[in-house]
């Protein structure tokens, strides 16, 4: 998501509805001591903090909850960390609203990490001699590939896509010139949603060439949807500001445009299925739902998340103006398999999950408003990806 100037734990007013699952530090918490453990290949580990490294809480029975200390953590990106140390048995937490693990690119740390529903830490990126000499790492998303062996993640500000081996932990792969935008070979302009696709290639929109390309682990252009730097939303021809291509099941592509707030629908031949507009100042990453409505986020203060079918009719919006449920430059929104919606809101630095037959927040990582370095808090959230439980198992 280019930054619009200055870019993009919960508390709760008293509420009927599911239970409330959140991972962060508040008053009346319980403390439990961190522990370093490896569960299906993930190695997961604390970092070194001044603040306990773990810690669970329970909803209170008003649901309302204590405003969370601000972290002494520093602010800045960090150097790439000390490796994870050796594994000890889990502890045993409550069940949350989503099964497998969730990974959030972290943009402002300067990170990646996977969390399961209980909040604690599975994997992490990068650690020491992950990143190639001279560079820094600062993924706005990142996506696990079909095969789960490696991580694509998109550096708009770096003007990179890079490849990350899980085992490793170290980049592998990287297509873009580090730090240097252009339109030619070799070269990106704010690259958004690098997507890994089963036959190896990475998908990609180039924001500020105003095209959708797919690249070859060769580092080949082989497919190319708009013309590069035609800036205008006359699909299929041209783009106007391409910052989500969602690869579809059927082959196609789901593209957002900021200019002209607009959703484009491609089959797997390129051909338009439908082209709408939506209703949001600033369009980010849309998805399809279960069903096939569009699921788009308004990245903007409030922000909002915003369901329209194909025609364009809006069917469900969530976007309180004020409070703690209000959101601050959201950029991605995925549904979960059980209805529940997860979205990073970037400037509040946390990922929530919402509820959209209650509109309420049913979880939450990272506290309001504060951000952080030490575990249990983000800083600018930018990229979230579901990561099955049958998936996770054999990463």
């Known amino acids: 998501m280019p930054e619009p100037g200055v870019r993009r734990q919960m508390a709760h007013s008293d509420r009927s509805g599911p239970p409330l699952w959140t991972v962060g530090l508040a008053a009346g918490s319980v403390l439990v001591a961190a522990v370093i453990f490896t569960v299906g290949g993930f190695a997961a580990g604390a970092q070194p903090s001044a603040r306990p490294s773990v810690v669970a809480q329970v909803a209170m029975p008003s649901g309302l909850i204590p405003t969370a200390p601000p972290s002494s953590s520093p602010a800045s990106a960090p150097a790439a960390t000390a490796s994870p140390a050796p594994s000890a048995p889990p502890v045993a937490v409550p069940a949350g609203p989503f099964a497998g693990n969730l990974m959030i690119a972290d943009r402002q740390?300067?990170?990646?990490?996977?969390?399961?529903?209980?909040?604690?830490?599975?994997?992490?990126f990068p650690v020491a001699g992950s990143l190639p000499p001279g560079q820094r790492f600062a993924a706005d998303d990142a996506f696990l590939s079909p095969d789960g062996k490696t991580i694509v993640a998109n550096e708009e500000g770096h003007e990179v896509i890079v490849r990350i081996d899980i085992k490793t932990r170290k980049i592998v792969w990287q297509y873009g010139t580090y730090d240097r935008a252009g339109s030619g070979a070799g070269h990106l302009h704010t690259p958004d949603d690098a997507y890994p696709l089963a036959n190896g290639d990475i998908i990609v929109a180039d924001i500020f060439n105003c095209r959708v390309i797919e690249i070859s682990p060769a580092k080949q252009i082989v497919r190319q949807w708009g013309k590069t730097r035609v800036c205008s939303g006359h699909a299929p021809l041209s783009y106007g500001e391409p910052n989500g291509d969602t690869p579809l099941a059927d082959g196609g592509l789901l593209i957002t445009e900021i200019l002209g707030s607009r959703v484009v629908r491609l089959d797997a031949a390129g051909h338009v299925v439908f082209d709408r507009h939506v209703p949001t100042i600033y369009p980010s990453d849309a998805h399809l739902d279960a069903n096939?409505?569009?699921?788009?986020?308004?990245?903007?203060?409030?922000?909002?998340?915003?369901?329209?079918?194909?025609?364009?009719?809006?069917?469900w919006r969530y976007g309180p103006r004020s409070g703690p449920?209000?959101?601050?430059?959201?950029?991605?929104?995925?549904?979960?398999?059980?209805?529940?919606?997860?979205?990073?809101?970037d400037f509040r630095h946390r990922v929530v999950i919402i509820d959209p037959k209650t509109n309420t927040i049913v979880w939450q990582y990272g506290h309001t408003d504060r951000h952080g370095l030490a575990n249990g808090y983000l800083f600018t959230p930018d990229g979230i990806d579901l990561i099955p439980a049958s998936v996770a198992a054999g990463l």
Not at 109 to 124: C, F, Q, T
Not at 301 to 311: L, M, Q, S
Not at 327 to 344: K, M, Q, R, T
């Open 292 to 315: 096939g409505n569009i699921l788009v986020v308004d990245y903007a203060n409030p922000g909002a998340i915003v369901r329209v079918d194909a025609h364009g009719h809006v069917l």
């Open 325 to 345: 449920g209000r959101l601050d430059h959201p950029s991605l929104a995925i549904e979960l398999p059980n209805g529940l919606v997860a979205v990073n809101d």
């Open 109 to 124: 740390n300067g990170r990646i990490l996977i969390v399961d529903a209980a909040g604690r830490i599975r994997w992490r």
